[in-house]
């Protein structure tokens, strides 16, 4: 089974997921961002507009004020009045104004005329009448009072800070003050002040209908960042905005006092707000006053909207990613489900089931392809594997038979050593080391008569069954046409032309067939082609026997071979072998050859036959180390010791 | 002193309206202005029950501008007053036998108060330059530090608020530290905007807040007296180690008096009280110091405000026995 981890389905939601969701969060992103933007752009915009409309609606109202002490100035600047008829002016413009509870004309002591001292006559409204009161010192000492002492010393009307009421403290007002000037020996002094006190609870009125949000609102700080109006009661004329600031350790909001007090116009963000929420704020001077208004958006109204649509977003978003993968799911399950029957199947096919039904494919697809060509190779792989499995049959049934035929051909061989366990006059030993194949090598002795040791080895052309049967028939043929009577040669030449008729296939075999007169050391042989066999002598003489010239049999008919004779010395060893000694051949492939050979038995001349047989065998594996066997090796050792003793 | 102008329609509010007990002995005092934390340990000392503990049923009689502690000491409404250490000097030299029993501030916290921005960053700057002072006692430091350093100054009458030296008319303004200081720094300006020039950095300290009595009045009801102060400084100690408690009571009794009551400004004020109370010998409070005393006698007489000697045994009693 795949884990879930690697399933395809799983790895395609989680990369479509991927891709996608960075999709996503790349346009919320800049689309929330720039959302935010805009509206941030058009709540300034709303609160600069709200603002200035209400800065603009009190600054008429404080302006028209404003009128009457500057008329009223211009008036004592250019006129001389009676005290009645300066009394009189006061009266109708104070009853004239809704918004002006009192108005004042204060003279610097002794500039009216006929007054000495000071002369400052106060009408004020007082229940629907109108009051006179002459402000004087020390109850009333007008000249060191705000209203008098500033717009005087700084020679322009101006309006005073709020203040509260003198008789009742719950009405707060504010006085505008203009000074007007006499000449006095040709010198401008400033002769008094003119002022109008107002009311301002229409103020409240004004700042309270500026509400941006539900929860919005406005508020009014004076000059020294006193508040004016403010929905919250007790922060009127008792708080200024850095008192507050103070309270809630915030210096974001002492510092926006400042700029505001300093006539500056801003928009900006205040973080939890009188340790409550975090606020927009925008804030406009009130130029007439040097007041400021600041109109206050709770950030979480102004992005109520946004987080609604983004929740929205998100919401849909959600749901989008949720039939993403429902569908990725699906998508995927159609793809790895035939896959998967195909993997069950290839399971199947690997188990050795070959008649699995590859499953059927609707769709037209690649998977279907896929199955298609699936199928295909199965077919073909099963003809494929069935001709391997007859092969492989016949293959091992002819090679157990030829297991058997070599059997058979080294069965023929004489095996058992020593085979003449009472002779001591000689000692013979031999052993054929068959390669792979079935060979066609052999040897062969036999006695006759007691005193003649009749011996032969061959080599048949070839090799596989053939060559076996080839050479099974000669050695037959050897040891049947032998004869004590027969010279060898003659021998030799019967199986030539035995082997001669109808041999088809042109096999031929060498052969050095040989006989000892184990009286004499006296030794007849015939040598068809084959490797001359070596002597080795006790005294350490290695040499080979002489060629007699003549073919191998099995080639010419009616050829006549010749017969040699050496006499063997007492001990002396005569080594048989077939071309698998000298042409055996190592990694570098190196023949063995006649001269190591030589130099080989040079060193075994001590060495009884069975040990120079299986050394000499041992010798030439050495040689060929790795290298694999190509050829029979036949090694065949005759030692003659002593005459034969006679009978 | 306070920022906004009031001037109360005066009238006495009565705080004893538990009925008296037998043995106690009515007792009428006056602080020399509004009700404020400035008055703290006798607001604590009155609340909390130590008068009537000590057998004193007191009546805190509220102050304002237009109350001369002072004026009503001599007129015997009052018994006891609260008065500055130069005023009551002055009176006295008028051979009005008033005695301190009892000293509360030993430091100055009237402080001029200067723009860096119009160029004033020592002493030497205020030459020339406007300054606002209040009236009467108010000068004297002022005037004798001007005096010391041979300055020559415009000087302007400070109205109830700083709005003078808000709009610029003035380049120095009169502050105290408990009050006016901290309305400039509610009103923007930034501590570092400001120089100040202390008095007691110019050999000028005056003792200000001190508790006065008429000799006859102490002859009398000595015994009296002391208890009187020995429970309004209890009263004091109480209250500085139980400031939320002391604000409480103080923003109370402010807006019981039609008072704008800034508790964030009545917290300042009560801190700058602790601090001011502490003297700078660390010795108990409550003392006035001889040599603080003779300091104050030696620029009155100077600046022409007394004539007579004054003795430090005939003006002080010790709230801890004889002086």
Not at chain 2, 21 to 35: C, D, G, M, V, Y
Not at chain 2, 243 to 256: A, G, P
């Amino acid at each position: 089974m795949v884990r879930l981890r690697n399933s395809l389905a799983v790895k395609l939601i989680f990369s479509i997921l991927a891709v996608s969701g960075i999709i996503f969060v790349f346009i919320f992103g800049s689309n929330f961002s720039r959302s935010h933007e805009i509206l941030l752009k058009n709540v300034r915009l709303n609160a600069k507009h709200l603002s200035l409309a209400t800065v603009n609606k009190i600054e008429i109202i404080l302006t028209n004020v404003e009128k009457i002490p500057y008329t009223l100035a211009y008036h004592l600047e250019h006129s001389t009045l009676t005290k009645k008829e300066m009394l009189n002016l006061l009266t109708s413009v104070t009853a004239s104004s809704n918004e002006i509870t009192g108005v004042t004309i204060a003279f610097e002591p002794g500039l009216f005329a006929g007054v000495k001292g000071e002369f400052a006559p106060y009408i004020y409204k007082n229940n629907g009448t109108l009051k006179t009161v002459y402000l004087k010192s020390p109850e009333n000492n007008y000249r060191i009072k705000d209203w008098y002492l500033i717009p005087k010393e700084l020679g322009k009307a101006m309006w005073s800070e709020p203040y509260y009421n003198v008789d009742n403290n719950s009405k707060i007002l504010a006085t505008f003050s203009a000074p007007f000037y006499l000449n006095k020996n040709g010198k401008r002094i400033c002769a008094g002040v003119v002022s109008a006190e107002i009311d301002l609870h229409w103020l409240e009125q004004i700042v309270k209908n500026v509400k941006l949000y539900k929860n919005g609102y406005a508020f009014l700080i004076s000059h020294d960042g006193t508040f004016v109006t403010h929905p919250k009661k007790d922060f009127i004329m008792n708080e200024t905005i850095f008192s507050v600031a103070e309270k809630y350790n915030d210096s974001a909001v002492r510092k926006f006092g400042q700029e505001a007090l300093h006539g500056k116009s801003d928009f900006i963000f205040l973080k939890q707000f009188l340790d409550k929420k975090n606020i927009w704020l925008y804030y406009i001077p009130l130029l007439t006053n040097d007041w400021s208004l600041g109109v206050v958006i709770p950030d979480d109204e102004l992005m109520a909207d946004l987080n609604a649509l983004t929740k929205y977003i998100l919401f849909y978003n959600l749901l989008g990613a949720i039939l993403l993968i429902i569908a990725i799911a699906f998508l995927a399950n159609r793809i790895t489900r035939p896959l998967k029957k195909l993997a069950a199947a290839t399971d199947e096919i690997a188990g050795g089931n070959f008649n699995v039904a590859i499953p059927e494919m609707k769709s037209k697809d690649e998977v279907s392809h896929l199955a298609i060509s699936f199928n295909f190779m199965k077919i073909s792989l099963r003809q494929y594997i069935d001709n391997l499995m007859e092969t492989t049959a016949a293959k091992q049934k002819m090679e157990s038979e030829l297991k058997i035929a070599h059997e058979i051909q080294m069965g023929i061989l004489p095996k058992i050593f020593p085979p003449f366990p009472d002779r001591t006059e000689f000692d013979i030993y031999a052993v054929i080391e068959p390669a792979k194949e079935v060979g066609g090598d052999f040897y062969d002795f036999f006695l006759l008569e007691n005193s003649f040791l009749y011996f032969s080895i061959g080599d048949v052309s070839g090799k596989g069954v053939p060559a076996s049967l080839f050479m099974a028939v000669t050695k037959t043929l050897i040891k049947a046409s032998t004869s004590i009577n027969f010279p060898l040669n003659e021998i030799i030449a019967k199986v030539n032309n035995d082997l001669c008729v109808e041999n088809d296939s042109s096999m031929f075999v060498t052969i050095f067939f040989g006989r000892i007169n184990l009286k004499t050391g006296e030794v007849d042989f015939v040598n068809a082609g084959h490797n001359l066999p070596f002597i080795v002598s006790l005294n350490g003489e290695v040499k080979k026997i002489e060629k007699t010239g003549d073919i191998a049999v099995g080639i010419v008919d009616n050829y006549q071979y010749q017969l040699a004779k050496i006499k063997l010395a007492e001990n002396d060893t005569l080594f048989l072998y077939t071309d698998g000694i000298t042409e055996a051949q190592n990694n570098l492939d190196e023949l063995y050859s006649e001269k190591r050979l030589e130099v080989f038995l040079d060193s075994q001349r001590l060495s009884s036959a069975r040990e120079l047989v299986l050394n000499s065998v041992k010798e030439v594996k050495r040689f060929s180390a790795t290298a694999p066997q190509s050829d029979d090796i036949t090694s065949f050792v005759i030692k003659w010791i002593k005459p034969m003793e006679n009978d | 002193m306070k920022k906004v102008f009031i001037i109360l329609s005066l009238s006495f509010f009565t705080l004893t309206l538990f009925s008296q007990q037998k043995n106690e002995t009515s007792l009428r005092f006056l602080p020399h202005w509004i009700p404020q934390a400035q008055f703290a340990g006798f607001i604590i000392a009155y609340e909390k029950g130590i008068y009537k503990k000590n057998g004193l049923n007191v009546e805190l009689i509220t102050g304002g501008p237009n109350r001369s502690s002072l004026d009503w000491l001599k007129e015997k409404k009052t018994d006891i007053c609260l008065a500055w250490l130069s005023s009551a000097l002055q009176v006295r030299d008028k051979n009005v036998k008033l005695i301190n029993i009892g000293q509360l501030i030993q430091r100055s916290a009237l402080m001029l108060v200067a723009k860096k921005g119009n160029g004033i960053h020592s002493i030497k700057d205020m030459n020339g330059k406007k300054v606002a002072m209040w009236q009467k006692d108010f000068r004297i430091q002022p005037l004798a530090l001007f005096k010391k350093f041979n300055l020559k100054v415009e000087i302007f009458p400070l109205s109830e608020t700083q709005n003078i030296f808000n709009r610029d008319v003035v380049d120095v303004t009169s502050v105290m530290l408990y009050n006016e200081y901290h309305l400039l720094k509610n009103s923007g300006y930034d501590e570092k905007d400001l120089t100040i020039f202390r008095f007691q950095d110019y050999d000028l300290n005056f003792p200000e807040d001190g508790i006065y009595v008429l000799e006859d009045f102490f002859n009398k009801n000595e015994k009296v007296c002391k208890t009187f102060v020995a429970a309004t400084l209890e009263g004091w100690k109480y209250a500085f180690s139980h400031e939320e408690e002391t604000l409480q009571l103080v923003m109370k009794y402010l807006t019981k008096a039609k008072y704008a009551a800034n508790e964030m400004h009545q917290r300042w004020m009560f801190r700058q009280m602790n601090k001011l109370f502490q003297p700078s010998d660390g010795e108990k409070i409550g003392e006035l110091r001889e040599k603080d005393f003779q300091n104050v006698v030696k620029t009155l007489k100077e600046s022409g405000y007394i004539k007579q000697n004054i003795s430090f045994k005939d003006f002080y009693r010790s709230p801890y026995g004889s002086p």
